[in-house]
């Protein structure tokens, strides 16, 4: 019973052939094994999805080499310490046990991973929230300024007190103005902020979008608008290099509206402050307005609770060793804490903050380097606190195990082949497109003959578009949007091309604008139609005729199998060939009408406009069910 098993002792007792725990020779049974010692297993309880295989032959008695060599035969291939999905199991199980069925039940028990949830979900509720810093990402089009902004920052705040720190370049850095601090996450453009987001961490509060003023909008300008937009994360406009004598401030104001980003000043939403990285001109202003922004959007966070935070870097270190940057988001994270990021796991040891200053806590919105790793984390793994080393070892070989066992299709990326099936599970109402193309014109062209797909049950969204090729950006952009990208007349680089197939995203190349509008409409049109298969209900052979006058043809009909009912679909079986394909129009056992009749009760049928019924035809009925 504790191993799950339930044992039918009657059948093990009495049938003879059953003397043996199935996956055991008979010729290794032990001299003066009674027979009370025999188990016939049919029916198995399983506690995890995966399923170690280790653990499935211990409960359905199965050899591990009989369950290898059956996966193989199923094109899977695993060693014994490998694990399968339970569905796989059930399967599995189904091809080793033809003779006496086992029957496979999963009861989870619950995991560490719930238990992970639950101290979150605990945490919240908790309350305690106070203010907490916003932390900020810098994007914007190459060139335009980035760096330079976020050295001004960072420099220009360094106060006295901490003037002996040496800078350290951790990921993050916390600056104050007026005493309230800010954080920067300080890797330029949106790589930082979108390999987050793809993990499901939200790191950012806040977006300051460069643009310089001399150059204006430009093809990464927009990207970096798309990728804040699916974040939902509010954009600041820093209007750069207004020292320049070129610089067109009016100009970034238009070509913003342009972008739906409609500035302030002109009864917009979107503040737009002009700067100059080189002379500091307009940051503190800059910098003021982010202030506004992150009060306005109620920032907070109970710093008295164990740690959750978010890796932005890790690395090896020559002296430190492992070392990974965590961006604190609720709590407080202290020495000794046991946490754990994705599957690395740890006790802090060394917390360094981003003045190269030893420290022992870090709140909420704070930047520290953290050594104490078993492994390295990766950029964008959630870092949770945990009670105890035993609890985050625990942990992450449950999640090792979940990712020794994730299913090819399992990373949630949409493919123009399966928008059916997501659409059906209620996952997809909105297709996500990102057009790339070769020259402006066609880039239009495409985007507006896609756009207009869409129809009431199903939205097509354009939610990037770009002249050029496929870039890292527009396959991160699609990872965290879920998008399909179209590329017309133009091919990924070398680094899209691997994060794509890392990622999965599916990208369509078309040099045709009609094809790629029949593929597209093709998969919406397959949302539309769902897909039907035919289930049969059961059937009867007709044993007499009755032809009433004002009513039609009736068939006696005696069921012979499984369930006639009314209302479903019938067809009219004669010497083996469909003679008509109808309704049961209705049902009557004796004198009544009936909903449906079971096997071996006789009953009247008649058929949907169909009056030419013979004694010794079959009436099947079926009916069609949405797969
Ligand atoms: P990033 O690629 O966006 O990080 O841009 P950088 O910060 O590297 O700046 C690109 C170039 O523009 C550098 O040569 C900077 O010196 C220059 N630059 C940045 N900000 C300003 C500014 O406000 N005024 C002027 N005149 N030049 C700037």
Not at 92 to 117: F, Q
Not at 165 to 175: A, L, P, S
Not at 245 to 270: F, K, M, Y
Request: hydrophobic share 40%; with cysteine.
């Amino acid at each position: 019973m504790k191993r799950g098993y339930i044992v039918d002792e009657t059948r093990a007792m009495t049938d003879d052939e059953d003397f043996k725990w199935r996956g055991h020779k008979s010729g290794n049974k032990q001299k003066g094994q009674s027979s009370q010692n025999t188990i016939v297993i049919d029916h198995a309880i399983i506690t995890t999805d995966p399923v170690p295989i280790k653990v499935l032959s211990e409960k359905i008695g199965k050899t591990g080499a009989e369950i290898i060599s059956t996966l193989f035969l199923l094109g899977i291939i695993k060693n014994i310490n490998g694990s399968i999905d339970f569905e796989t199991a059930e399967l599995v199980t189904a091809e080793l046990s033809k003779d006496h069925p086992i029957t496979l039940e999963l009861r989870p028990e619950s995991t560490y991973e719930d238990e992970l949830n639950k101290m979150r979900e605990d945490n919240i509720a908790k309350g305690g929230l106070v203010t907490r810093p916003p932390v900020v990402c810098i994007m914007g089009h190459v060139d335009h300024g980035k760096t330079s902004l976020l050295d001004y920052i960072r420099k220009s705040n360094v106060t006295s007190g901490e003037a002996g720190g040496i800078t350290q370049h951790i990921g993050g850095y916390t600056i104050s103005l007026n005493g309230n601090p800010i954080t920067f996450l300080d890797t330029p453009g949106h790589e930082a902020f979108t390999t987050m987001r793809a993990r499901g961490a939200q790191a950012t509060d806040i977006a300051i979008l460069v643009v310089a003023a001399d150059d204006g909008i430009m093809p990464q300008t927009i990207e970096a608008i798309n990728h804040a937009r699916q974040a939902n994360v509010p954009i600041i406009v820093a209007c750069n290099k207004i020292d320049k004598v070129s610089a067109n401030p009016d100009r970034v104001l238009n070509q913003l509206t342009e972008h739906g980003l409609l500035p302030e000043i002109w009864g917009g939403e979107t503040p737009v402050v002009n700067v100059s990285a080189k002379m500091g001109t307009g940051v503190e202003e800059l910098l003021e307005n982010v202030l506004i922004l992150a009060e306005l959007r109620e920032l907070k966070a109970n710093p008295k609770l164990t740690a959750r935070g978010t890796i932005i870097e890790a690395r090896m270190d020559k002296g430190l060793g492992k070392i990974a940057t965590v961006l604190v988001q609720s709590g407080t994270l202290c020495c000794g804490d046991d946490m754990i990021a994705g599957t690395a796991t740890g006790r802090v040891k060394v917390m360094i903050d981003d003045k190269g200053k030893q420290v022992k806590k870090a709140g909420p919105s704070i930047p520290v380097s953290v050594t104490g790793w078993d492994e390295l984390p990766e950029a964008g793994d959630i870092m949770d606190v945990v009670e105890s080393d035993r609890f985050a070892r625990d942990l992450a070989a449950e999640r090792k195990l979940k990712l020794a066992t994730k299913k090819d299709d399992s990373s949630g990326a949409v493919n123009l082949d399966d928008l059916f099936d997501k659409i059906s599970k209620g996952e997809l109402k909105t297709v996500k497109l990102i057009i790339k193309a070769d020259v402006q014109g066609s880039l239009e062209a495409v985007k507006q003959s896609l756009g207009k797909l869409g129809n009431e049950e199903v939205n097509i969204e354009i939610i990037h578009g770009g002249v050029g090729a496929i870039n890292e950006s527009d396959v991160s952009l699609a990872d965290t949007a879920k998008a399909i990208i179209i590329g017309f007349n133009v091919r990924p680089d070398a680094n899209a091309k691997s994060l794509a197939s890392q990622r999965k995203i599916d990208i369509r190349f078309y040099n045709v604008i009609y094809k790629a509008i029949e593929d597209i409409e093709a998969a919406v049109k397959g949302l539309l139609a769902p897909k039907y298969k035919e289930v049969v209900l059961g059937s009867a052979d007709v044993r007499e005729i009755f032809k009433i006058s004002g009513v039609g043809t009736i068939a006696g009909c005696h069921c012979t199998d499984g369930k006639i009912v009314r209302g479903a679909r019938a067809r009219l079986i004669r010497n083996g060939k469909v003679e008509t394909d109808t309704e049961i129009a209705s049902l009557r056992h004796g004198k009544d009408d009936v909903k449906e009749i079971a096997r071996n009760y006789d009953c009247g049928i008649m058929l949907l406009n169909y009056p030419d019924v013979k004694v010794d035809d079959v009436i099947e009925a079926y009916q069609l069910e949405q797969i």
